[in-house]
């Protein structure tokens, strides 16, 4: 054999033999990627178990908080609903005692020397007083007035 024979020959025979190997590293590659994305898949369908599982007792945690917030509530609501009648039914035995005061002062008249005493502290006030009385009731009798044209 000629050695430009024996040098294809060779060559061919190294050709073969690096189609083999690529061929062998190829399918070592796909076999590798394959086993890589199933740990991948593995992987998150483990995340996402854990993160449903995680999302569920957030879940859990936030409906008893609702719970316990809304009892929170309702107890106080129940609370200040009995110190509203509580206020309301003692607003009428206060307004009659507010009464019976002003009667008796008005009887011993002590509410006329009250006024005056107060008149002679503050009398500017009352001057203002007045004035705006006066002021409010020529509105009014000049709004009666328009109303009769």
Avoid: C, W, Y
């Amino acid at each position: 054999m000629t050695t430009t024979r024996k040098i294809r020959k060779d060559t061919r025979r190294a050709a073969e033999a690096a189609g083999d190997a690529v061929e062998t590293v190829t399918d070592a590659v796909a076999e590798k990627a394959s086993d890589v994305a199933g740990e991948i898949g593995a992987r998150a369908s483990r995340t996402r178990r854990a993160a449903a599982a995680r999302i569920e007792e957030g879940r859990d945690s936030l409906a008893e908080l609702g719970e316990r917030l809304a009892a929170d509530l309702a107890e106080r609501l129940r609370g200040a609903a009995g110190a509203a009648q509580e206020t309301a039914a003692a607003v009428p035995v206060r307004l009659r005692e507010g009464a019976n005061q002003a009667v008796e002062r008005i009887r011993d008249n002590h509410l006329a020397e009250d006024l005056r005493g107060a008149v002679r502290r503050n009398p500017g006030l009352f001057v203002a007083g007045a004035a705006l009385a006066g002021f409010a009731l020529a509105q009014i009798l000049r709004g009666r007035s328009d109303d009769g044209r």
